[in-house]
């Protein structure tokens, strides 16, 4: 049967600190009315009923008539992604899966559902693929061999690249971070780079699984893998899980004046913020933590957590 597995356990690091494990993480976060889990569950339902919907995360959150698989701890989208295809296996050991993020926009999923089924006929590990020419440091990248073919074979992978401009000249395809494959396949070629990985999924072992590296499934596993193949999507598609895109849709929030200070975004609560001057700048104002920094820059807000992590824990 067909399964969805939604990954809902991460924390959402580029909207920090909207999201952050001492508030709110990244699942709970609205856009317009209903979180970025409601959207996602919305449309996957189009291809498969709840009861076939799979939503991993390492806390217990609202499943909205899903199915919840609790993680040991988080670990990174590979060892969400092995723990959730291992329980799915248990019960349908003939398991179609295809995993889906939650922080996306994707229309119309008619096309996604048309791509779901192509895949499950040929029965490859396949990564669904963005014709885009904007060019992001957030993304990954992918290239495929020259076919008339649907699905066409990937030789050539790049996980959030420092030159993304020139892979999409290259003519790569942005890689959507949604995959579909059998569910025994998948689980096997992250075993093939992740052994570790694999045996606390298929014995379900808890303290091997929090002892596991953090490290996410499109860099232990997609990017190493010679058996991925990629799937053109005719769709609109952004990720929404950065400040930038994600006040595109969401709107700008709080009392703010912006006096020569043209393309610049601000999220503020609770408080008054004042720009002059300051050109091209995000500025979020949220539980008592002022972040401001180059809109070009947000991609670097992970990095700048580290550091935060280790001389203020308690804000990150």
Not at 65 to 80: H, Q, V, W, Y
Not at 120 to 126: A, D, F, M, V
Not at 131 to 145: L, N
Request: positive net charge.
């Amino acid at each position: 049967m067909d399964h969805a597995l939604v990954l809902a356990g991460g924390l959402g690091e580029r909207l920090w600190p909207l999201s952050r494990k001492q508030t709110k993480t990244k699942e709970a976060i609205n856009l317009a009315s209903n979180t970025m889990l409601e959207l996602t569950i919305a449309r996957v339902s189009q291809w498969v009923t709840k009861d076939r919907i799979w939503i991993v995360s390492s806390k217990v959150i609202p499943t909205y008539g899903c199915k919840l698989i609790l993680e040991p701890a988080r670990k990174n989208t590979a060892a969400a992604v092995a723990w959730g295809l291992a329980q799915i296996l248990a019960i349908d050991k003939d398991a179609f899966v295809g995993i889906f993020p939650i922080d996306h926009l994707i229309s119309p999923f008619e096309n996604v559902i048309e791509a779901l089924y192509d895949i499950k006929t040929q029965g490859s590990i396949t990564a669904l693929a963005i014709c885009a020419d904007k060019p992001s440091r957030q993304y990954g990248y992918f290239k495929t061999e020259v076919s008339d073919k649907k699905m066409k074979k990937v030789v050539a992978f790049r996980e959030k690249p420092e030159n993304p401009k020139e892979l999409l000249e290259a003519g790569y395809y942005i890689n959507s971070g949604i995959y579909a494959a059998w569910a025994r396949k998948l689980l096997a070629e992250i075993g093939c780079f992740l052994p570790r990985h694999f045996r606390a999924a298929q014995s379900r072992d808890s303290s091997l699984f929090t002892s596991l590296y953090p490290v996410s499934l499109d860099r232990g596993v997609i990017e190493k893998s010679k058996r991925l193949f990629g799937y053109p999507l005719k769709v609109f598609w952004e990720d929404i899980g950065s400040w930038g895109s994600y006040l595109k849709y969401a709107g700008e929030k709080g009392q703010f004046i912006k006096h020569n200070s043209d393309n610049s975004l601000v999220y503020a609560e609770d408080t008054l913020v004042v720009l002059d001057g300051i050109r091209d700048a995000l500025v979020v104002v949220k539980d008592g933590i002022v972040l401001v920094m180059k809109k070009e820059d947000e991609s670097q807000i992970p990095q700048v957590l580290e550091e935060i992590r280790q001389k203020y824990p308690g804000f990150a």
